[in-house]
């Protein structure tokens, strides 16, 4: 199921993966400090279990490596997002995978 740009809420949630994710968007080009960024996220998703998955990107309207919303996922959710059905979830673009399976996704509930 997809999610629509008017269910994504913004991303102000600050935790530590929040926070790491709060600077990537003011670096305009992909420098060092930016893969630094991204890198960082990456390492705390594994370790705070954040469920990694692949979809195609115009079904999730996230688009940029570490760009990242809130979403209130339905009770009918499908897919990947299955098991975090009914929750608010963290929702971060992690890059392409390739150009025939998508973008990677990381999602993760949070607690308000």
């Known amino acids: 199921m997809a999610i629509k740009l008017e269910h ?4 102000c949630h600050c935790d ?18 930016k893969f630094e960024l991204l890198t ?3 390492r705390l ?3 705070n ?3 990694l998955f692949t979809v195609d990107a115009r079904d999730y309207q ?3 490596s570490g760009s990242s ?7 009918n959710q499908r897919g990947a997002l299955k098991k975090l059905a009914d929750k608010r979830i963290r929702f971060v673009c992690g890059g392409k995978s390739n150009r025939y399976s998508g973008r990677f996704y990381y999602a993760k509930p949070v607690n308000l």
């Open 45 to 47: 998703a594994k370790k």
């Open 62 to 64: 996230l688009y940029g």
């Open 8 to 11: 994504q809420i913004p991303d």
């Open 49 to 51: 279990r954040y469920l």
């Open 40 to 42: 960082q996220f990456k």
């Open 16 to 33: 530590e993966v929040g926070i790491s994710l709060q600077e990537m968007p003011s670096i305009a080009q992909w420098r060092t400090r």
């Open 69 to 75: 919303c809130l979403v209130d996922l339905p009770l």
